[in-house]
């Protein structure tokens, strides 16, 4: 049983890594995602936002996509796993950043730049060319809609979510079998963040 469970989870990330290459191959970002990122790494640069724990964002503070899902939302969503992260990294769909948590099965060492299992994978994107992105991607895969979540949402079949609130954009692609149960509750989570 355990085998299984590491085959499908082996079959899910590699399905992933599959359509996010072929997303980047297709349409690569025109903004800048590695503002902030040193190259090599996906990691923050010198100067540049702390990706340490994230919160919920309050007040004034505009929501990103470290801060729109919490590290315990994350790790109930890999089935109460510990957690690490988010750390830093494209987002190549949507261009942007990705804030990516990793469950104790992700191997270490591997960049957040690359799709795996076991991970929660975060992209919020907000102003003018949020719906953009959300069309851009849903005309790339066979989007199945979700009612109920947002002002627009769907699935694509094998990876992600995606929702459109208002001028907000948010996929949330979490890396384990029969994943869109916990990525709807992850979208229902951080809808008001948005």
């Known amino acids: 049983m355990a085998v299984d469970r590491y085959l499908t ?8 890594i599959m359509m996010v290459t072929a997303c980047a191959a297709s349409s690569p970002p025109t903004a800048s ?8 790494s996906g990691s923050p640069s010198p100067g540049s936002a702390s990706t340490g724990s994230a919160a919920p964002t309050t007040g004034g503070t505009a929501p ?8 315990a939302e994350a790790s ?21 950043v990705a804030c990516v948590y990793y469950g104790p099965s992700a191997p ?22 949020a719906k953009k992105w959300f ?12 009612s109920g979540i947002g002002d ?17 954009y948010l996929r949330i692609a979490v890396g384990i079998a029969d994943n869109l149960s916990a990525e709807e509750t992850l979208a229902r989570a951080a809808l008001p963040r948005m």
């Open 64 to 71: 990103t996509s470290c801060t729109v899902i919490t590290a």
């Open 33 to 40: 995602p590695s503002a902030g990122l040193s190259p090599a």
């Open 152 to 168: 627009q949402a769907y699935y694509d079949g094998y990876a992600s979510i995606s929702v459109l609130k208002g001028d907000a």
């Open 9 to 16: 989870r082996g079959m899910t990330a590699f399905a992933f």
């Open 135 to 146: 069309g851009d991607y849903r005309g790339k895969v066979r989007a199945r809609p979700i």
């Open 76 to 96: 109930a969503a890999l089935g109460g796993q510990p957690v690490t992260g988010p750390r830093r990294g494209n987002a190549y769909v949507e261009g942007g």
């Open 108 to 129: 270490a060492q591997v960049s957040p730049n690359i799709p795996i299992g076991d991970t929660v994978r975060v992209v919020l994107v907000t102003g003018p060319n």
